[in-house]
């Protein structure tokens, strides 16, 4: 039988309800259509850092470079570690090492899901940058503590990195509704921002098919309210589709149910499948997180290791689930409510 080896990291926070949710629905559809799932979970979190001083082993990354993907919850416990100490340990060099290029998180109202819109037909496809630009972590900090205290972040925009996020876009505009929107700030960033245009431009020529808009970000973030039925791919730089795409989960009825996936596109590292939502402190603990996000995040992973007809499945069970009404009311629902819902939908 064919097996797929899965490197799981719960995290801190909900990241353990979602985590266990998604692994029982992952394993019920593995089962249905004949393929196996191997899970090796890495203890790697806030707790872990607290009893070794470490987000994770020093060889953490070589470990994972092993599997065929990873599933992960959330990071970060702010009451306890600096999340800037916890993100920078664990989830951003892991998609920095394994050239995780190309974030993708869907926003779309499933069915029986009430929205805070009135258009409830929106479709949009998120493609986020995910290893440099804003994230890039280059800077410092000069005369720390004094008034001549000077603090510099550098955004790093390279033309492989751009080239490469937004060539992946116009592919998957060319494969959805031919149109994509790219957002920038170039009115106010005259350097990576204007470059960013000037590359959209050059490769809109190579994809005549595919409908090129472009927007500041300020602008898109209104669009997304006002106009979401216009948009259909849209990419974005690290930051601005940070933002955008919490944005685009709560058009979708909340961060419960906002999914994505970080995707080597060259399969040379493996790839990585996680909520958008984070740790959610207020209400770790209470049993009450929406696992939505996260089996879908499972049903990204399963399309990208190639077991389609396991996601397609996944997906409908969902779908079937919310449209019976469960999971819909934000914290009306237990975790492992929904999560039956969703497994008794699927067999
Ligand atoms: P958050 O996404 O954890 O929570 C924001 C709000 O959304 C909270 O009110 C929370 O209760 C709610 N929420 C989130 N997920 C939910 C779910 N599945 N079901 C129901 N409600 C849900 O954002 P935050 O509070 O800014 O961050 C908390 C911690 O998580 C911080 O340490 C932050 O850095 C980290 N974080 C990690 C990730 C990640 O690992 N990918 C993403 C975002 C935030
Ligand atoms: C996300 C999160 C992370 C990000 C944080 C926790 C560093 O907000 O995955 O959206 O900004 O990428
Ligand atoms: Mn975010």
Not at 117 to 125: G, K, M, P, S, T
Not at 221 to 240: H, I, T
Not at 334 to 341: C, D, F, L, N
Request: hydrophobic share 45%.
């Amino acid at each position: 039988m064919k097996t797929y080896s899965i490197a799981l990291i719960p995290g801190d926070g909900i990241g353990r309800d979602v985590t266990d949710a998604a692994w029982s629905v992952l394993q019920v559809a593995a089962k249905t259509c004949g393929f196996a799932l191997n899970g090796t979970e890495f203890p790697w979190s806030c707790e872990f850092y607290r009893k070794t001083g470490r987000m994770m082993p020093e060889d953490g990354i070589e470990t994972l470079r092993t599997f065929d993907a990873i599933l992960l919850g959330a990071v970060g416990w702010p009451a306890e570690v600096p999340d800037a100490v916890s993100l920078h340990g664990l989830l951003l060099p892991i998609r920095k090492a394994f050239v995780q290029y190309a974030n993708i998180r869907p926003h779309r109202l499933l069915p029986g899901v009430q929205g805070p819109l009135r258009a409830e037909a929106f479709d949009i496809l998120c493609i986020r940058e995910n290893t440099e630009g804003e994230y890039s972590g280059a800077g410092g900090r000069v005369h720390q503590g004094t008034n001549d205290e000077v603090a510099v972040e550098t955004s790093i925009f390279t033309r492989t990195g751009v080239e490469r996020i937004l060539r992946f876009g116009f592919e998957q505009a060319r494969s959805r509704r031919g149109k994509l929107a790219s957002v920038t700030k170039s009115n106010a960033q005259k350097y990576s921002m204007v470059f960013w245009d000037e590359i959209t431009d050059r490769l809109s020529a190579e994809f005549p098919d595919v409908e090129v808009s472009s927007y500041h970000i300020d602008a898109m973030a209104a669009r997304m309210v006002m106009a979401p039925e216009s948009l259909d791919v849209v990419v974005a730089s690290n930051l601005f589709g940070d933002i955008l795409t919490d944005l685009g989960a709560a058009i979708q009825g909340g961060l419960g149910f906002a999914a994505s996936a970080n995707i080597n596109p060259r399969r040379d590292a493996p790839s990585m499948f996680e909520p958008v939502h984070g740790s959610a402190p207020d209400i770790a603990g209470l049993g009450i997180a929406n696992p939505i996000a996260a089996i879908w995040s499972g049903a990204m992973m399963l399309d990208h290791l190639g077991e389609k007809d396991a996601a397609a499945r996944i997906i409908a069970a969902m779908e079937t689930a919310t449209a019976r009404g469960i999971g819909i009311s934000p914290g009306k629902d237990r975790t492992e409510t929904i999560t039956a819902g969703i497994i008794a939908a699927l067999s």
